[in-house]
Nanobody
Framework: QVQLVESGGGSVQAGGSLRLSCAPS????????MAWFRQAPGKEREFVAG????????SYGDSGKGRFTISREKDKRTAYLQMNTLKPEDTAVYYC????????????????WGQGTQVTVSS
């Protein structure tokens, strides 16, 4: 079955930056939209940012506004999340998701998911 592969997670000091990437392992996968979600311990998975594949139009959840930027490279079939001015509250597992039909901000709207990559921000 189709799967997404995330990379770029790790540990960083507060105020630092991190860039996550996501690509489908199956070359036949078509994604109408790709998105980043995150889940902190004891919390529900929340929408961070999304991008429409064809147009590049972006959207951001409350957690992704201002400091984060989502982008994509069509030829590489790769989506990115550039995270700047990271704060300890950004610590979470970050998940890449893809939807073949529509854009959205809800977990149940996405069909394909990566396994997640840990982002840890410390002082």
């Amino acid at each position: 079955q189709v799967q997404l592969v995330e990379s770029g997670g790790g540990s960083v000091q507060a105020g630092g930056s991190l860039r996550l990437s996501c690509a489908p392992s199956a070359r036949t996968l078509f994604s109408y939209a790709m998105a980043w979600f995150r889940q902190a311990p004891g919390k529900e998975r929340e929408f961070v940012a999304g991008i429409a594949w064809s147009t590049g139009r972006t959207s951001y959840g409350d957690s992704g506004k201002g400091r984060f930027t989502i982008s994509r490279e069509k030829d590489k079939r790769t989506a990115y999340l550039q995270m700047n001015t990271l704060k300890p509250e950004d610590t979470a597992v970050y998940y890449c998701a893809a939807n073949s039909r529509v854009t959205g901000t809800r977990v149940d709207e996405y069909e394909y998911w990566g396994q997640g990559t840990q982002v840890t921000v410390s002082s």
